[in-house]
């Protein structure tokens, strides 16, 4: 056959060259459609109507709350917008791809706007929440600006695959995703102020306390206990409703940075302080590094289990942030434990430059009871020094100065979230740094040895609340 087409000047059916032209189908799909483009103006304002209709509906009727069993922990808001954006894609682009369906586009980025401000407003309205149904909201929120961040991301390739190709470099949902990502840190940053603020008492108590005594109950202070059981009762109800494990590092993070410093200034404000005061409050923030390192593992996820085990990777930018702000208290104390001939040196030795000032030293000579001449030679000692780094050696830092180590024998050691009840006398008769330092290791010893039996403790206070 292929001769007789050779001689008839015909070619087969492979021979024949393959047409350059689209099928039909292709050609004249979109032709009708895009008629009635420039009279779609009416649909898009209707459109618009519609959805400002939505999400005024949705957002007066937001509750701000779920069911603690409720997997998908968002607000129902979020999920009414994103179904009507859902629908209004899906009909506008069964009527056209082009300009009216960019148009529409234009509209999802504006009620996401909207809606973010509509979150943020809420968040300035729970900076100060104190129960626990505003701390769940603020959860609610953070999520829920996470859910949204993350769906600008998959709107947008839907939106490009459903439109014409000369829209696809306009189309950008990133600003929008911003905004989403702007709710985040402000709800974060929420949350964690409004855990300091549930806190503000123990910090009041800490300051009442009467540290010119010579003699102090329990093994710990009043103040450290009620710190204890704010952060037992709030911060497990936070990392449950958090969805985001990474948003409970920033949490963590946020809440160290902020209210240990705090915790810092606060030893500025005591009046006088007697050496059994300074031994007490060395403990003290011994056992609250114990505890604050915990924080990271706080969660009632498994019941009575009251604390989870992230990995250390997970933790340990945490536990440098927390050990290098404790420090700072630290070396304060020891400065304030120091013989008064050498208090200039040792301030300048143990306390960085950029954390010192003549005011605060000024404060340390108050709570030294420094009086006079004694006190103004100090001053002008410390003002001539030019606030820079003494000749006297290092003690290697704060922390290892007070012997604070992991890795050292494990002890039993009393709740630290319950007084003891018992009166004991001061931790030693007179006031010397070799002294204080053997007292100081010995307790730091015996309190960060005890870790698993804190968690254990910490799960008992839980269950008691719960």
Not at 52 to 58: C, D, G, H, N
Not at 308 to 327: A, D, I, M
Not at 348 to 357: F, I, L, M, Y
Not at 431 to 453: F, G, I, M, P, R
Request: hydrophobic share 35%.
């Amino acid at each position: 056959s292929s001769g007789i087409n050779a001689e008839y000047g015909e070619t087969s059916e492979k021979e024949k060259p393959k047409s350059k032209i689209p099928p039909p189908s292709k050609r004249f799909k979109g032709m009708i459609s895009s008629c009635f483009d420039p009279y779609m103006d009416l649909y898009i304002e209707q459109e618009d109507r519609n959805m400002a209709a939505t999400l005024e509906k949705s957002m007066l009727e937001e509750t701000w709350t779920i069911e603690d069993d409720v997997g998908n922990k968002i607000l129902s808001s979020a999920t009414d917008l994103v179904v009507y954006f859902a629908q209004a894609m899906k009909r506008c682009s069964a009527l056209t791809r082009g300009q009216p369906f960019f148009d529409l586009y234009t509209l999802f980025k504006r009620y996401f706007n909207r809606y973010s401000a509509f979150l943020t407003q809420k968040i300035i309205t729970l900076e100060r929440a104190s129960t626990e149904p505003e701390s769940k909201t603020l959860c609610l929120i953070i999520n829920t600006g996470e859910y949204c961040s993350q769906l600008t991301t998959q709107m947008t390739e839907n939106i490009k695959r459903k439109s014409d190709a000369k829209f696809h470099d306009r189309i950008d949902l990133k600003t929008e995703q911003q905004e989403f990502s702007s709710v985040i840190a402000k709800g974060v940053k929420a949350l964690a102020s409004s855990l300091e603020n549930k806190l503000e008492p123990a910090l009041i108590t800490m300051v009442k306390t009467p540290w010119g005594n010579t003699e102090f109950e329990g093994y710990q202070s009043e103040y450290v206990t009620q710190i204890a059981t704010v952060l037992s009762s709030n911060v497990p109800i936070y990392h449950t409703w958090l969805a985001s494990s990474s948003h409970f590092k920033y949490f963590c993070d946020l809440f160290a940075g902020s209210f240990i410093p705090r915790l810092v200034s606060q030893i500025y404000k005591l009046r006088r302080i007697s050496n059994e005061g300074v031994e007490r409050l060395i403990l003290d923030i011994t056992n609250l590094k114990t505890i604050l390192l915990e924080i990271p593992n706080m969660s009632n996820l498994k019941g009575k289990e009251l604390l989870s085990s992230p990995s250390s990777s997970n933790t340990s930018r945490y536990n440098k942030l927390v050990n290098r702000e404790v420090g700072k208290a630290e070396a304060l104390l020891k400065v304030i434990v120091s013989k008064n001939e050498v208090l200039v040196d040792k301030y300048t030795a143990v306390v960085p430059e950029q954390d010192r000032s003549e005011s605060d030293f000024a404060k340390i000579l108050d709570l030294k009871s420094i009086k006079g001449f004694e006190r103004q030679e100090l001053l002008d000692k410390y003002l001539n020094s030019g606030k820079t780094s003494s000749t006297l050696p290092s003690t290697g830092g704060a922390s290892a100065s007070l012997g604070v180590s992991l890795g050292q024998k494990e002890e039993t050691l009393p709740n630290p979230l319950t007084p003891t009840g018992s009166s004991s006398s001061s931790l030693t008769g007179g006031l010397n740094a070799s002294k204080v330092n053997d007292k100081v290791n010995e307790a730091a010893n015996s309190v960060v040895a005890h870790t698993q039996a804190f968690r254990r403790l910490l799960s008992d206070v839980f269950d008691k609340q719960k």
